[in-house]
């Protein structure tokens, strides 16, 4: 959501968004994107090899719109854009999401030899910084631009009727997470971890707000161990402020992130966090200030921490201020969007 919620913030009277994707299935956004104002627009491929064969309906695209900058998300979209912005002689920003060795061969190599294609490169946190600077170098320019959210979006969440709405008793805890279901965010282990929580304080929530390839397999693996009454998978949300404001505590088992939006939108709304330092993690919560967090090679040492929390009401608290405060400070929209702006004028000699 990170894409409707920064449009709303643009200065729509120097910039208009045109917003193209390639894969027909992820046509989530496309609604948030239409009624904040964008022009959306399915360049339809099977897959992402095939983007590739795209390149020239990209292209009169561009010319048509007379679009004069382009900003892409994800690698094969960047090395598309990159080819299309080289060839009609326009700027083109790149913004990274992950860490260059989480790629596929093909993805990475193609991404390393296309990328000084492009007039800026963008990462979203130091780490992913640091990971396109051993591929390309250390004078390859990057610039770090990290993720932001509506800080009142998020913040004063209606929590009795969110959890009215779920059945959640007001006495439960809830320990949650928002989240693509891909093999990165170790699902199963955080299923685990809920199992033996369980064990010990049989009155804890946990919900787990997402879909993806691996649903199949999260929803066998809570049926197959019986852990339906207290596991949710509500499934895909595009509005996951309900979610969040029945959640006390926010947990991620992710073997490598970028810097999570979700998280970023959970400290909003006062959530402590416990998470692997995976990516930009530990590069927003501070262990024992905003959460705690514990090496990625040992995601079941989050036990631990998470129990701590579970059993001290006045650490939550304390933490979830120090949390919504972490993100007020330095990850808000507003900051972000004044960032890309800065770039985007730059990029157009403005």
Not at 124 to 144: H, N, P, Q
Not at 233 to 246: E, I, S
């Amino acid at each position: 959501m990170l894409l409707p919620a920064t449009l709303k913030e643009h200065d729509r009277s120097a910039f208009d968004f045109h917003y193209i994707y390639f894969l027909p299935w992820k046509d989530q956004l496309v609604p948030a994107l239409e009624q904040a104002g964008g022009r959306v627009t399915c360049l339809s491929a099977a897959n992402n090899v095939a983007m590739l064969f795209r390149l020239v309906r990209l292209i009169r695209y561009i010319k048509e719109n007379e679009i004069q900058l382009l900003h892409c998300h994800l690698p094969w979209a960047g090395i598309v854009g990159r080819l299309a912005g080289w060839w009609l002689n326009i700027p083109v920003l790149y913004t990274e999401h992950n860490k260059q060795e989480r790629y596929h061969f093909l993805t990475r190599w193609l991404n390393r030899i296309t990328l000084p294609l492009s007039h800026r490169v963008i990462a979203v946190s130091e780490e992913v910084a640091r990971s396109i600077l051993a591929v390309k170098g250390s004078s390859f320019a990057v610039d770090v631009i990290k993720n932001g959210v509506d800080i009142d979006l998020f913040s004063g969440l209606d929590r009795g009727s969110a959890r009215d709405a779920l059945r959640i008793p007001d006495t439960s805890l809830v320990v949650g997470n928002v989240c693509v279901f891909r093999k990165q965010k170790r699902l199963l282990v955080w299923l685990s971890l809920a199992e033996q929580v369980h064990r010990e304080y049989p009155e804890v929530i946990f919900l787990l707000v997402g879909a993806g390839p691996l649903a199949p397999e999260v929803a066998a693996h809570i049926q197959a161990n019986h852990m339906q009454p207290y596991v949710i998978c509500p499934g895909l949300q595009t509005d996951v402020r309900p979610f969040l404001a029945c959640m006390d505590i926010f947990m991620i088992t992710s073997e490598f992130e970028g810097l999570p939006v979700a998280m970023l939108e959970a400290m909003a709304a006062g959530i402590p966090v416990v998470s692997t330092q995976a990516g930009g993690i530990g590069e927003v919560v501070g262990d024992g200030r905003e959460g705690f967090v514990v090496p990625v090679e040992t995601p079941e040492s989050l036990l631990m921490p998470l129990q701590r929390l579970i059993q001290d009401e006045s650490l939550r608290n304390k933490l979830g201020r120090n949390a919504y405060q972490r993100v007020q400070s330095a990850f808000s929209l507003q900051r972000m969007t004044q960032q890309l702006e800065a770039l985007y004028r730059a990029a157009l000699g403005q």
